[in-house]
């Protein structure tokens, strides 16, 4: 689990610091009429490609953690099926 918070932390770094800095431009552009919806919408955009970019590590590494529990669970899947069989 501790790969799926790790990259969730980052995730959502990566929004916040686009805000910030789409908020920031938009305000010194113009300062009297930001709009944050679609602030938040050209962040969340932003922090998405930024996340497929720069987050490859952390999100392979959740990627082999969750295939390793699917993996486990399906072994002991196999071998209850099995020990049914035999019964």
């Known amino acids: 689990m501790k790969e799926f918070w790790i990259y969730t932390a980052l995730r959502l770094g990566l929004f916040v610091g686009a805000f910030c800095i789409v908020f920031g431009i938009w305000f010194l ?6 709009n944050l919806f679609i602030v938040m919408i050209v962040a969340f955009l932003l922090s998405g ?7 490859d590590q952390q999100r392979n590494a959740f990627a082999q953690r969750v295939e390793r529990r699917a993996g486990r669970i399906s072994e002991k899947y196999d071998e209850m099926r099995a020990k ?4």
């Open 49 to 55: 490609v930024a996340s497929l970019i720069f987050l």
């Open 84 to 87: 049914e069989d035999r019964d």
């Open 29 to 34: 552009i113009d300062d009297e009429s930001v």
